[in-house]
Nanobody
């Protein structure tokens, strides 16, 4: 069983920054492929970042250049640095883990409970 707990969400004005954290069960980051997703009310869940066991990362065009995923294996924590935030980034943000490389597809097996990000104009 993998436990994932997100934190760091909040309210920010457009153009601002937030850094999300995802505390994972021990050894998760060394073993699992990880992703960050978001879901706004009435919309489908979409991937915003994926990181593979090495250093390879993947982003959709909507956040490329603004969001950066990273991890600290020693702290078993995954991060999502979000800069130049826009109102359309408002959503619940989730981290996810899977033994298979799911990329930006919301088909990961393990999910956290989410943290809310609200960007005002």
């Amino acid at each position: 069983q993998v436990n994932l707990v997100e934190s760091g969400g909040g309210s920010v004005q457009a153009g601002g920054s937030l850094k999300l954290s995802c505390a994972a069960s021990e050894y998760t980051l060394n073993t699992y492929f990880m992703g960050w997703f978001r879901q706004a009310p009435g919309k489908e869940r979409e991937g915003v970042a994926a990181i593979y066991k090495g250093a390879y990362t993947h982003y959709p065009d909507s956040v490329k250049g603004r969001f950066t995923v990273s991890r600290d294996n020693a702290k078993s924590t995954l991060y999502l640095q979000m800069n130049s935030l826009k109102p359309e980034d408002t959503a619940m943000y989730y981290c996810a883990a899977d033994l298979a490389p799911r990329g930006l597809s919301p088909t990961y097996k393990y999910w956290g409970q989410g943290t809310q990000v609200t960007v005002s104009s």
